[in-house]
Each structure stands twice: as C-alpha cells, then as structure tokens.
C-alpha cells in the first residue's frame, strides 16, 4: 500500500495530465465510468485509481466560484507572476478568505477546492510555469488537510 503521500502524487499527476489532456478527458472519463480500470496490471486492486479519484477532484475544484481575477491578494499576485513556491500561501490566504464569506464550508475542503481551482486558471492563463509538484506539496505540508483526508477513509473516499 502506497503511503498517503505517495498517493498525493498519484492523484494530482492524474489530474494534472486530466488538465492538460482535456480533448482525451471524455475518452478516458467514459473508459473509468464504465468499469474499465487504468491501473496497471501490477497494482493490486485496493480501490485505489488515481483517474478516478483525480476526477473527483477535479469535481470538488469546479464547486470554488472565485473569481482569482477580482482577488486582491499580494501571495496570489506573486503565484501569478512565477513564484510558485507561494502556491500553498496563497492557496492557504485565499481558502480563510473564502471559508470567511461561506461559513458552512469546512477550512480543508474548501483548500482542496481552492487549490484545483487556481491550478486550472494558472494553467489556463498561462501565467507562470506550474508542474504538480506545487499541487502535491501544497496538500501534502498541510497537516489539517491531510488529517481531514485521511479522517474520511483516505484517497479512496476523498
């Protein structure tokens, strides 16, 4: 079993190539909705599928309505002018923000949404170099979210 940061990866690697790829994503979304697994053959079958799990993701970022062009933040600003290493801050900054004016949404799911969501603008945008990496380490530093995660089942049942 792979620890839950090797997990991390797994998902926002598989969401990321979901981002980049988006004419190939309704192949692939119609491949895991009828039953056909895009593991590999030498991972047992634990329940645990990067895709699927990337699309729910991907799912819980689609529900964030923040508009990043109206956001008056300086962390953000320095995320959107190349300085990467702020993803987590300005994720972070933006979710206390965000969770202030929307009180029935608990902090972690609200960073997870967050997160996504300002990875596919700065992907879109096309305003500074993002990888997963940035992604991967935002989740995997934050303790809470990372609590929160594996209080619910995991992965599996995020």
């Known amino acids: ?15 990321f190539d979901d981002l980049l790829n988006e004419d190939e994503a309704e192949f692939r979304c119609l491949q895991t909705d009828s039953g056909v697994s895009m593991r590999s053959e030498e991972e047992p079958p634990s329940g645990f599928d990067p895709v699927v799990i990337a699309s729910r993701l991907r799912q819980i970022g689609d529900q964030c309505n923040m508009d990043f062009e109206r956001v008056s933040s300086q962390v953000l ?10 993803f987590g801050a300005a994720v972070d900054s933006l979710c206390r923000r965000w969770s202030d004016q929307n009180p ?15 990875m596919m603008y700065i992907l879109k945008k096309g305003a500074a170099s993002i990888n997963p990496g940035h992604l ?22 995020t």
């Open 104 to 118: 029935e949404l608990v902090y972690e799911r609200a960073f997870l949404s967050i997160s996504v969501k300002l």
């Open 1 to 15: 079993m792979r620890t839950f940061e090797e997990q991390t990866a797994c998902v926002v690697e598989a969401l």
């Open 77 to 86: 600003r320095e995320v959107l002018t190349g300085k990467m290493e702020k």
């Open 136 to 157: 991967i380490k935002a989740i995997n530093e934050n303790t809470q979210v990372k609590n929160y995660i594996e209080a619910c089942g995991g992965w599996v049942s």
